[in-house]
């Protein structure tokens, strides 16, 4: 009887525990798709190929949380014109409306078969059977045709700010009495102190502290925390001090190898460069759009 009597009590636990946590509670579609909607809206707007899904995920592999933007909703998915093989997310997302909110289980390893091993996370082992999971709140839609209208509308105001560009730097120059020439390639160096130490050249190993900004005073990296802090733009995740490498043994921008180039240990120096001895076209991150002149503060720490 005793014996009888605990495993009808484990039973009932782990009954109980499934109804809990409703691991297994997932639907499947024709196509082999895993699903389980926890909310559901079937007035809202459904995804369509080229839509960009506005909204809160939380991807997972088995127990392991990959990304979560929750409390913070962005565009997580566009949908894709095709499904790459029969269960993909792809399914899903046209499965949902604006306003719901669904997991869909997928097989690690349907995904692994389109990646070389280092594209996947550390986590996942080929043919293990692991599960990716992926837990989305569908807020929002920008639809195709908004999409298109949207890199219209930045593919015109980039080609104008290319058109303003040389003079947005020319009124800078004038407007902070920049009397320096510039190089034949446009670049301004201004020297602020001049060092006596050893000279900058390829093969060197130096070590220089910098800080950049826009034309506009806007700080996009520095390597100084006091810069940092007044931006207000401190990163806990990174280190302040000087960055040291080898002189033409890794790619810089042009105008920073144009303008370090020659100058001696224990200078200060500003240089000024249009955006083709920048990032020209493409920019850089969330701060530097195509077409952005900038402007380094940079100190020659050393040369060795």
Known sequence: MKKTLFFATLALTVAAFMTACNCNNFKQTENGLLYRFETENSEGEQPKAGDVLVGELILRLEEDTLFNNTG????????????????????????????????????????????????????????????????????????????????????????????????????????????????????????????????????????????????????????????????NKVNKDRKYEPMTYTVGAQPMIKGWDEGIMGQTAGSDITLIMPSELAYGARGAGKDILPYSPLIFNVTIESVE
């Open 72 to 231: 913070n909703p962005d565009r997580i998915f566009q949908v894709a014109e095709a499904p790459m093989f029969k269960g993909d997310i792809v399914e899903g997302l046209t499965m949902m409306h604006v306003g719901d909110k669904a997991i869909f289980k997928i097989p690690a390893d349907s995904i692994g078969n389109f990646m070389m091993d280092n594209q996947m996370p550390q986590q996942y082992k080929r043919g293990s059977g692991q599960f990716f999971y992926y837990e989305i709140s569908l807020m929002d839609l920008v639809t195709k045709d908004e999409l298109a209208q949207e890199q219209a509308n930045f593919i015109e105001e980039m080609n104008q700010r290319k058109e303003n560009e040389p003079a947005t730097l020319a009124k800078y120059i004038a407007d902070n009495n920049i009397t320096v020439k510039p190089t034949k390639s446009g670049l301004y160096i201004v020297v602020n102190k001049k060092g006596d130490g050893a000279k900058v050249a390829a093969g060197k190993k130096i070590a220089v502290n910098y800080t950049g900004r826009l034309l506009d005073g806007t700080l996009f990296d520095t390597s100084r925390e006091a810069d940092a802090k007044e931006a």
